[in-house]
Nanobody, 119 residues
């Protein structure tokens, strides 16, 4: 079964750090561009970051630039989102996805992981 499974979410205090993981099963992740999205309560889902298949190119939403870092370990079939200095506005469900380009359509979603930033 082809799946993306996110992990690493939870409750984190503002200013601390959290790392999310997105592991693929049933297929090889390194052929694909991967993106992270998030959805806050009552808001639309928005793009956070994406990374090319090689890992050589990354993009970030302005709201997370300088605080979040996307990376991938193709040997582990996993993409990461390092969240440094998180803010309460970063609270939401975080999803990883296989995409047709950083501004393209989504080919496959993960199930999501909840991140709550609160003191």
């Amino acid at each position: 079964q082809l799946q993306l499974v996110e992990s690493g979410g939870g409750l984190v205090q503002p200013g601390r750090s959290l790392r999310l993981s997105c592991k693929a099963s049933g297929f090889t992740l390194h052929y694909y561009i991967i993106a992270w999205f998030r959805q806050a309560p009552g808001k639309e889902r928005e793009g956070v970051s994406c990374i090319s298949s090689s890992g050589g190119t990354t993009h970030y939403a302005d709201s997370v630039k300088g605080r979040f870092t996307i990376s991938r370990d193709n040997a582990k079939n996993t993409v990461y989102l390092q969240m440094n200095n998180p803010k309460p506005d970063d609270t939401g469900v975080y999803y990883c996805a296989v995409v047709n380009g950083c501004l393209g359509s989504v080919k496959r979603w993960g199930q999501g992981t909840q991140v709550t930033v609160s003191s």
